[in-house]
């Protein structure tokens, strides 16, 4: 890893987690942020799972991402192992359209919290790993400043061209 940028763990439960956490990834790109994005299952290898956690610091990351559906208990498993701050992706995945992966991350118990993002909310988590990386890199956060003005500045517009477009409908009335 090069020295100075500051570098995300993204972890999910399965390959098919990819398509997902792909948004994350380009989120994390646009900050200038690196990362390293492996698939480990909280379940089928419960001791990877352990290491990535126990040595994430040492290996130079600041954040952990992770990603997991159905169950869900890998954010939560990797938060147990760590101190850096883990967030977790519930992505909907079973019959219960990710409410169960939801309830999984989210219902911690007290001394290993996880933040969590919506269901498939991987942009969001992407922006959460950047904001809380902005405390130590001032180069994300007048990124992330960018970033908000010009969404401020997308809903500015859209509302005048609706202001626009209900003025011409009512005209042709």
Not at 27 to 53: M, W
Request: net charge negative; glycine share 8%.
């Amino acid at each position: 890893m090069e020295e100075m940028i500051p570098w995300v763990l993204v972890v999910m439960g399965s390959d098919s987690d990819y398509d997902v956490v792909k948004g994350c990834l380009k989120i994390l790109k646009q900050f200038g942020i690196g990362f390293e994005a492996v698939v480990c299952s909280a379940h089928r290898t419960p001791d990877a799972a352990a290491e990535y956690a126990k040595n994430a610091a040492d290996n130079g990351f600041e954040v952990i991402i992770a990603a997991a559906g159905k169950a869900a208990h890998l954010p939560g498993v990797l938060a147990a192992y760590t101190t850096l701050p883990v967030i977790g992706l519930p992505i909907k995945s079973s019959t219960l359209d990710g409410l169960d992966s939801l309830l999984s991350i989210v219902q911690m118990p007290n001394g290993v919290p996880v933040a969590t993002v919506a269901i498939n909310g991987a942009e969001n988590a992407g922006l959460l790993a950047a904001q809380i990386l902005a405390l130590k890199y001032p180069e994300i956060e007048a990124k992330l400043i960018s970033f908000k003005e010009d969404m401020k500045n997308g809903v500015v517009k859209k509302n005048i061209d609706l202001q626009e477009k209900i003025k011409n409908d009512m005209n042709t009335l």
